[in-house]
């Protein structure tokens, strides 16, 4: 069946540090990609998202690699910091015809270490 | 940016009771949606709010257990009826047309509910 995974449910991670967190998609129909953060009491904050024809997009010290031949997104945080601390989703959406239809992974817990 | 927002923020009800939950953007946006977030889990989605007309509800949820309205552009509500222990969850809504012409969806702070 479809899903969207996580490798790893908890990451931690030293401040300063660089992370990577990774998720695995089985629908190759996806074109559409989000990675959310949510801290906790809170609801999922929209970090970066990338489309099936880019391979990687850049936001301010976050990284999203897509590559379609593995089914694999990945997020890279770089220096790391207390702040980053939250559960990461990453969620698809299939085509284009199914608008607004998120399929969530199940989430990655960051921890950062002082 | 566009603020979304959603009451209350968090209640406790008894068992056989229903909730309503209002979310509120500040903004007109094209689509609304509501999700589940069960304690510990990811989110899972309800049903799209769609104005005018009769939401559309994802398998395993109903509209008698969550009905659910869109009277405008940047409001619509979801009531959890005849609640169990079992509906305890978070409830997030969440918008997308904030950013043309791209489908991104913003959240709520979304609604923690605790059924006993």
């Known amino acids: 069946g479809e899903s969207v995974g996580l490798h790893l449910p908890t990451l931690s991670v030293q401040e300063g540090d660089n992370s990577i967190i990774n998720c695995a998609y089985s629908n190759s129909a996806s074109d559409y990609f989000i990675w959310y953060k949510q801290e906790s009491g809170k609801g999922p904050q929209f970090i970066i998202d990338i489309r099936s024809n880019m391979d990687k997009r850049q936001g301010q010290r976050v990284t999203v690699l897509l590559n379609k031949t593995v089914k694999h997104l990945s997020l890279q945080i770089a220096a790391t910091q207390p702040g980053d601390s939250a559960v990461y989703f990453c969620?698809?959406?299939?085509?284009?015809?199914?608008?607004?239809?998120?399929?969530f992974g199940q989430g990655t817990t960051l921890q950062v270490k002082p | 940016s566009a603020v979304i927002s959603q009451k209350p923020s968090r209640d406790i009800c008894q068992r056989g009771t229903s909730l309503t939950i209002q979310c509120q953007v500040d903004?007109?946006?094209?689509?609304m949606f509501w999700y589940r977030q069960q304690p510990g889990q990811s989110l899972t989605l309800i049903a799209t709010?769609?104005?005018?007309?009769?939401?559309?509800?994802e398998s395993g949820f109903v509209i008698d257990k969550f009905p659910i309205s869109r009277p405008n552009l940047t409001f619509s509500t979801l009531t959890v009826s005849n609640m169990s222990p079992e509906d305890s969850s978070i409830y997030l809504c969440s918008v997308e047309g904030l950013d043309s012409p791209t489908d991104t969806q913003y959240f709520g702070p979304g609604t923690r509910l605790t059924v006993l």
């Open positions: 903004s007109q946006v094209t689509m």
């Open positions: 709010a769609n104005q005018g007309s009769e939401a559309t509800y």
């Open positions: 969620a698809e959406i299939h085509g284009s015809g199914n608008t607004g239809k998120l399929i």
